[in-house]
């Protein structure tokens, strides 16, 4: 059978392992956390897309173009509306 001085010093040597292996995840926890940190701050921010100017400009030269049929005659009102939505995509 174990002394009481023993099982003291195994307890002992128990609450220090766990705490130096807690202290050790801790640390590598925070390594990799300001690793992904200064890699994401080391790269250049992603270039934004251009803006899409010339698909407006398309859909308004494409409504001016049907506005003018109408005006014209060529289109009804009917089909002047239909055409629209679907240019809009309503």
């Known amino acids: 059978m174990i002394g009481r001085p023993m099982r003291r010093m195994a307890r002992v040597a128990v609450g220090t392992a766990v705490v130096a292996g807690t202290a050790g995840a801790v640390q590598h926890h925070q390594q990799q956390k300001y690793a992904a940190q200064d890699q994401a701050a080391s790269q250049p921010a992603p270039a934004a897309e251009p803006v899409a100017a010339p698909a407006q400009d398309d859909t308004t030269t494409q409504l001016e173009k049907l506005a003018e049929l109408k005006n014209k005659g060529i289109l009804t009102e009917e089909e002047f509306q239909a055409k629209k939505k ?5």
């Open 86 to 90: 679907q240019i809009l995509g309503i």
